[in-house]
């Protein structure tokens, strides 16, 4: 096992998805678990890597033409100068706060 303090969880595929993921994790000597867990966990780090742009655009979509209308009228500062760099880690602890 993974470690002592292992949780067990359980998820909804469809058969296909369970097929595919288990017929992909066999081709690498995987588990179907061993395989989703690694993957999972990569996937994340790989994500903590991201810079905040690279994060908004892979995982939120962009506004309406109305919000966006509306963020036009502010006139908001797209320069660069006197930026800084917050990483998604700074972010969601400040959220958390």
């Given at each position: 096992?993974?470690?002592?303090?292992?949780?067990?969880?359980?998820?909804?595929?469809?058969?296909?998805?369970?097929?595919?993921?288990?017929?992909?994790?066999?081709?690498?000597?995987?588990?179907?678990?061993?395989?989703?867990r690694e993957t999972v966990l990569s996937q994340i780090e790989a994500d903590k890597k991201l810079s905040l742009k690279e994060y908004l655009n892979k995982y939120c979509d962009f506004v309406s033409a109305e919000e966006q209308a509306d963020y036009d009228i502010m006139k908001l500062d797209k320069s660069e100068e006197g930026a800084v760099s917050i990483s998604i880690e700074e972010i969601l602890r400040l959220a958390n706060e």
């Open positions: 096992e993974h470690s002592m303090n292992t949780v067990r969880k359980s998820i909804s595929l469809t058969e296909e998805e369970a097929q595919t993921i288990s017929r992909y994790a066999h081709s690498v000597n995987k588990s179907f678990s061993e395989f989703v």
